[in-house]
């Protein structure tokens, strides 16, 4: 990511109370990234930073589109994102990331780069299955196909008299 980036926040010269940030990503932003994940999309983040003598928050708030591929129809479609997410950012001896979203800077860090955090939290908020909007309302089992039960459980323990269990499990019953 560049130095000069515009989702970089001058930390450093931020007073101590609340800041509002907005920023725009379009295909610019996620092509700075090496992935496939999201190749294009239409994102409005606005970004709440509360800053304190030792602790920054940083709250995103991520609206609109990105581009998808559909898993069963291999369709291009735009996949709707609204999601909240939080940062926290502490001050102590060195840099390193203590949680997924904690962090730890020196008190001498000037810049506070955020590209990485929106685009990761963008990825989070994408479903694990991804169907284009006209496969989204279909049932998941077909009523009429057929299935086959593989496992099932019974709400009770069954009983010992039933005929129609496997004498090994009988036998495996008798060892006590």
Not at 114 to 128: C, E, K, V
């Amino acid at each position: 990511m560049k130095k000069d980036s515009p989702y970089n926040i001058n930390i450093a010269r931020l007073a101590d109370k609340t800041h509002h940030f907005a920023f725009d990503l379009d295909r610019a932003f996620f092509e700075q990234f090496d992935q496939e994940l999201i190749p294009d999309g239409q994102m409005h983040a606005d970004v709440t930073l509360i800053k304190t003598e030792r602790l920054i928050t940083v709250d995103f708030d991520l609206k609109g589109t990105v581009r998808q591929v559909c898993d069963r129809s291999l369709d291009d479609y735009d996949q709707e994102i609204d999601t909240h997410e939080q940062l926290l950012v502490r001050f102590g001896d060195e840099e390193k990331e203590l949680d997924d979203n904690v962090l730890q800077i020196t008190p001498d860090t000037q810049t506070l780069p955020l590209a990485q955090h929106l685009f990761d939290y963008i990825g989070l908020a994408l479903p694990m299955k991804k169907l284009h909007p006209r496969f989204q309302n279909e049932p998941d089992d077909e009523p009429d196909a057929k299935t086959k039960l593989i496992f099932t459980t019974r709400g009770e323990a069954p009983d010992d008299d039933e005929d129609d269990s496997d004498p090994r499990w009988n036998a495996l019953r008798n060892l006590n």
